[in-house]
Protein backbone atom coordinates (compact mmCIF):
# COMPACT_ATOMS: atom_id res chain seq x y z
CA UNK A 1 0.00 0.00 0.00
CA UNK A 2 1.13 3.21 -0.76
CA UNK A 3 0.99 6.55 0.68
CA UNK A 4 1.40 10.24 0.40
CA UNK A 5 4.78 11.98 -0.02
CA UNK A 6 6.67 13.50 2.85
CA UNK A 7 8.58 16.87 3.55
CA UNK A 8 11.96 15.44 1.45
CA UNK A 9 10.04 14.42 -1.11
CA UNK A 10 10.22 10.90 -1.22
CA UNK A 11 6.87 8.67 -1.19
CA UNK A 12 6.08 6.66 2.32
CA UNK A 13 5.07 3.09 1.66
CA UNK A 14 2.97 0.98 4.78
CA UNK A 15 6.09 0.26 6.94
CA UNK A 16 7.73 -2.98 6.24
CA UNK A 17 10.68 -2.19 9.40
CA UNK A 18 13.66 -3.86 7.77
CA UNK A 19 17.29 -4.14 7.76
CA UNK A 20 19.80 -2.71 10.10
CA UNK A 21 23.46 -1.77 10.07
CA UNK A 22 24.84 -5.47 9.08
CA UNK A 23 24.09 -6.87 6.12
CA UNK A 24 25.15 -9.73 6.54
CA UNK A 25 25.09 -13.81 5.44
CA UNK A 26 25.92 -16.83 7.43
CA UNK A 27 29.38 -17.96 6.65
CA UNK A 28 28.70 -21.60 8.08
CA UNK A 29 27.39 -23.36 4.92
CA UNK A 30 29.97 -22.11 2.93
CA UNK A 31 32.80 -23.03 4.89
CA UNK A 32 31.57 -26.46 5.91
CA UNK A 33 32.70 -29.11 3.78
CA UNK A 34 29.44 -30.60 1.33
CA UNK A 35 29.35 -33.74 2.70
CA UNK A 36 29.28 -32.46 6.53
CA UNK A 37 26.38 -29.92 5.31
CA UNK A 38 24.44 -32.89 3.70
CA UNK A 39 24.78 -34.91 7.11
CA UNK A 40 24.05 -31.81 9.13
CA UNK A 41 20.76 -31.31 7.26
CA UNK A 42 19.63 -34.84 5.88
CA UNK A 43 16.80 -35.39 8.20
CA UNK A 44 15.89 -31.20 7.42
CA UNK A 45 11.95 -30.75 7.02
CA UNK A 46 11.31 -28.24 4.86
CA UNK A 47 9.52 -24.53 6.12
CA UNK A 48 8.04 -21.49 4.03
CA UNK A 49 7.33 -18.31 5.13
CA UNK A 50 5.36 -15.63 3.65
CA UNK A 51 6.31 -11.76 3.73
CA UNK A 52 6.59 -10.38 7.00
CA UNK A 53 5.32 -13.65 8.75
CA UNK A 54 7.32 -14.73 11.62
CA UNK A 55 10.13 -17.23 11.64
CA UNK A 56 9.92 -16.97 15.73
CA UNK A 57 10.20 -14.28 18.61
CA UNK A 58 12.26 -13.65 21.04
CA UNK A 59 11.70 -15.58 24.18
CA UNK A 60 10.74 -18.63 22.25
CA UNK A 61 12.14 -22.07 23.42
CA UNK A 62 15.02 -22.87 20.87
CA UNK A 63 13.86 -26.29 19.34
CA UNK A 64 15.87 -26.52 16.83
CA UNK A 65 17.88 -24.04 14.11
CA UNK A 66 17.17 -22.89 10.14
CA UNK A 67 19.12 -23.25 7.12
CA UNK A 68 17.64 -20.30 4.70
CA UNK A 69 17.45 -21.98 1.01
CA UNK A 70 15.42 -18.97 -0.16
CA UNK A 71 14.15 -15.39 0.30
CA UNK A 72 15.53 -12.85 2.93
CA UNK A 73 15.16 -12.28 6.37
CA UNK A 74 15.89 -9.70 8.93
CA UNK A 75 16.73 -10.02 12.52
CA UNK A 76 14.87 -7.63 14.61
CA UNK A 77 14.89 -6.83 18.61
CA UNK A 78 12.32 -4.55 20.54
CA UNK A 79 12.30 -1.94 23.60
CA UNK A 80 9.73 -2.37 25.76
CA UNK A 81 8.62 0.65 24.32
CA UNK A 82 8.14 -1.07 21.43
CA UNK A 83 10.50 0.48 19.42
CA UNK A 84 12.16 -1.98 17.09
CA UNK A 85 15.99 -2.08 15.55
CA UNK A 86 16.91 -4.47 12.60
CA UNK A 87 20.08 -5.96 13.71
CA UNK A 88 20.99 -8.04 10.22
CA UNK A 89 19.39 -8.96 7.21
CA UNK A 90 20.22 -12.80 5.93
CA UNK A 91 20.49 -14.14 2.43
CA UNK A 92 20.63 -17.29 1.06
CA UNK A 93 22.55 -20.24 3.14
CA UNK A 94 22.75 -18.26 6.63
CA UNK A 95 21.90 -20.41 9.41
CA UNK A 96 19.37 -19.32 11.83
CA UNK A 97 18.56 -19.90 15.44
CA UNK A 98 22.10 -21.62 16.07
CA UNK A 99 22.62 -19.56 19.20
CA UNK A 100 20.19 -21.99 21.26
CA UNK A 101 21.79 -24.74 19.69
CA UNK A 102 24.82 -23.93 21.58
CA UNK A 103 23.50 -22.67 24.73
CA UNK A 104 19.79 -24.03 25.22
CA UNK A 105 18.22 -20.75 26.09
CA UNK A 106 15.40 -19.19 24.39
CA UNK A 107 14.87 -16.76 21.27
CA UNK A 108 17.13 -13.51 22.14
CA UNK A 109 15.99 -11.74 18.71
CA UNK A 110 13.07 -12.07 16.41
CA UNK A 111 13.03 -12.94 12.83
CA UNK A 112 10.67 -11.92 9.94
CA UNK A 113 10.94 -12.51 6.53
CA UNK A 114 10.91 -9.57 4.39
CA UNK A 115 10.19 -11.95 1.29
CA UNK A 116 8.77 -14.74 0.63
CA UNK A 117 11.41 -17.83 2.19
CA UNK A 118 11.87 -21.08 1.94
CA UNK A 119 13.82 -23.15 5.18
CA UNK A 120 15.32 -26.11 6.48
CA UNK A 121 14.43 -27.32 9.83
CA UNK A 122 16.59 -29.27 12.20
CA UNK A 123 15.50 -30.28 15.43
CA UNK A 124 17.74 -29.86 18.61
CA UNK A 125 17.57 -33.60 18.69
CA UNK A 126 18.81 -34.09 15.08
CA UNK A 127 21.35 -31.25 15.89
CA UNK A 128 22.63 -32.91 18.75
CA UNK A 129 22.80 -36.22 17.57
CA UNK A 130 24.93 -34.87 14.17
CA UNK A 131 27.54 -33.37 16.62
CA UNK A 132 27.75 -36.21 18.25
CA UNK A 133 28.78 -37.92 15.45
CA UNK A 134 30.65 -34.86 13.85
CA UNK A 135 32.38 -33.11 16.79
CA UNK A 136 33.74 -30.37 14.17
CA UNK A 137 30.55 -28.89 13.52
CA UNK A 138 31.40 -26.86 16.57
CA UNK A 139 34.39 -25.82 15.66
CA UNK A 140 32.56 -23.90 12.39
CA UNK A 141 29.98 -22.78 14.40
CA UNK A 142 32.64 -21.03 17.12
CA UNK A 143 34.00 -19.45 13.15
CA UNK A 144 29.99 -18.04 12.74
CA UNK A 145 29.63 -16.84 16.34
CA UNK A 146 32.94 -15.20 16.03
CA UNK A 147 31.91 -13.54 12.92
CA UNK A 148 28.85 -12.37 14.07
CA UNK A 149 30.76 -10.68 17.41
CA UNK A 150 32.66 -9.49 15.10
CA UNK A 151 29.74 -7.38 13.23
CA UNK A 152 28.53 -6.47 16.44
CA UNK A 153 31.36 -4.63 17.61
CA UNK A 154 31.92 -2.89 14.19
CA UNK A 155 27.77 -1.96 14.65
CA UNK A 156 28.35 -0.54 18.46
CA UNK A 157 31.27 1.36 17.17
CA UNK A 158 28.71 3.03 14.15
CA UNK A 159 26.49 3.88 16.35
CA UNK A 160 28.85 5.68 19.14
CA UNK A 161 31.03 7.21 16.43
CA UNK A 162 29.79 7.77 13.53
CA UNK A 163 27.38 10.84 12.58
CA UNK A 164 23.39 10.61 11.24
CA UNK A 165 25.13 10.69 7.84
CA UNK A 166 27.63 7.96 8.14
CA UNK A 167 24.92 5.65 9.52
CA UNK A 168 22.56 6.32 6.53
CA UNK A 169 25.32 6.25 4.32
CA UNK A 170 26.54 2.74 5.53
CA UNK A 171 23.12 1.69 5.83
CA UNK A 172 22.43 2.54 2.16
CA UNK A 173 25.79 0.80 1.12
CA UNK A 174 25.09 -2.28 2.31
CA UNK A 175 21.80 -2.83 1.36
CA UNK A 176 23.02 -2.15 -2.06
CA UNK A 177 25.42 -4.81 -1.50
CA UNK A 178 22.51 -6.99 -0.82
CA UNK A 179 19.49 -6.15 -2.68
CA UNK A 180 20.82 -3.89 -5.71
CA UNK A 181 21.26 -4.91 -9.08
CA UNK A 182 22.85 -2.29 -11.08
CA UNK A 183 20.67 -0.47 -14.27
CA UNK A 184 21.17 0.65 -17.93
CA UNK A 185 21.30 4.18 -16.52
CA UNK A 186 24.40 2.70 -14.20
CA UNK A 187 22.51 3.38 -10.87
CA UNK A 188 22.54 0.78 -8.64
CA UNK A 189 18.63 -0.23 -7.86
CA UNK A 190 17.52 -1.43 -4.44
CA UNK A 191 15.24 -4.29 -5.44
CA UNK A 192 12.79 -3.97 -2.45
CA UNK A 193 10.60 -1.52 -1.42
CA UNK A 194 12.00 0.57 1.78
CA UNK A 195 10.99 3.45 3.42
CA UNK A 196 12.63 5.71 5.71
CA UNK A 197 11.06 4.34 8.94
CA UNK A 198 13.29 0.78 7.19
CA UNK A 199 15.96 2.79 6.84
CA UNK A 200 15.53 4.43 10.56
CA UNK A 201 15.39 1.12 12.39
CA UNK A 202 18.63 -0.54 9.95
CA UNK A 203 20.51 2.93 10.32
CA UNK A 204 19.81 3.53 14.35
CA UNK A 205 18.60 7.08 13.44
CA UNK A 206 15.37 8.76 14.21
CA UNK A 207 12.60 8.61 11.76
CA UNK A 208 12.80 12.75 11.21
CA UNK A 209 16.82 12.32 11.05
CA UNK A 210 16.34 9.92 7.78
CA UNK A 211 14.04 12.59 5.95
CA UNK A 212 16.73 15.63 6.69
CA UNK A 213 19.85 13.84 5.30
CA UNK A 214 17.85 12.06 2.16
CA UNK A 215 16.16 15.36 1.53
CA UNK A 216 20.12 16.71 0.80
CA UNK A 217 21.27 13.41 -0.93
CA UNK A 218 17.81 13.75 -3.35
CA UNK A 219 18.75 17.63 -4.07
CA UNK A 220 22.33 16.63 -5.30
CA UNK A 221 21.25 13.10 -6.96
CA UNK A 222 23.06 10.61 -4.88
CA UNK A 223 19.99 8.55 -3.85
CA UNK A 224 16.94 8.93 -5.58
CA UNK A 225 13.70 6.88 -5.80
CA UNK A 226 12.10 5.28 -9.16
CA UNK A 227 9.41 3.01 -9.13
CA UNK A 228 9.09 3.19 -5.30
CA UNK A 229 12.85 1.51 -4.90
CA UNK A 230 15.49 3.52 -3.85
CA UNK A 231 18.41 3.87 -6.56
CA UNK A 232 22.10 4.69 -5.51
CA UNK A 233 23.31 7.22 -8.27
CA UNK A 234 26.16 8.07 -6.76
CA UNK A 235 27.62 5.12 -4.44
CA UNK A 236 31.41 6.44 -4.00
CA UNK A 237 29.58 9.95 -3.17
CA UNK A 238 28.16 7.51 -0.06
CA UNK A 239 31.20 5.83 0.31
CA UNK A 240 33.25 9.06 0.62
CA UNK A 241 30.35 10.38 3.29
CA UNK A 242 30.76 7.15 5.24
CA UNK A 243 34.62 8.25 5.96
CA UNK A 244 34.17 11.84 6.50
CA UNK A 245 34.53 11.59 9.64
CA UNK A 246 38.23 10.24 9.53
CA UNK A 247 39.96 13.15 7.18
CA UNK A 248 40.88 16.19 8.43
CA UNK A 249 38.00 19.41 7.77
CA UNK A 250 35.50 17.53 6.35
CA UNK A 251 33.08 17.41 9.20
CA UNK A 252 30.74 20.57 9.30
CA UNK A 253 28.48 19.47 6.25
CA UNK A 254 27.99 16.13 8.30
CA UNK A 255 27.46 18.71 11.54
CA UNK A 256 25.82 21.23 10.11
CA UNK A 257 22.95 18.02 8.77
CA UNK A 258 23.40 16.49 12.40
CA UNK A 259 22.76 19.64 13.88
CA UNK A 260 19.36 20.30 11.97
CA UNK A 261 18.31 17.02 12.65
CA UNK A 262 19.04 17.08 16.10
CA UNK A 263 17.06 20.27 16.77
CA UNK A 264 14.07 18.77 14.96
CA UNK A 265 13.92 15.73 16.97
CA UNK A 266 14.05 17.76 20.27
CA UNK A 267 11.13 19.99 18.92
CA UNK A 268 9.39 16.80 18.13
CA UNK A 269 10.00 15.20 21.68
Not at 65 to 75: A, D, F, H, N
Not at 129 to 134: N, S, V, Y
Request: glycine letters at 8%; proline letters at 4%.
Amino acid sequence: MTGGFNSSGFEDEAPILMANLSCTDSPMVPRLPNALSAQLFLSAAPRRLQADEALFVAGDPGDGCYRLEQGLLKVVITSPQGDERILAMLGPGAIVGELAMIDGLPRSSSIFAVKDCELSFISREAFEGCTKQHPEVYRYLANVLASRLRGTDEAVAAVSFLTIRERLARALIDLGELLGEADDAGRLVIHHKINQSDLAALAGVARENVSRVMSEWKRRRVVTRSKGYYCLNAVDTLKRDLHAGRRSGSMSSSRDVDRRAQRGSARIT
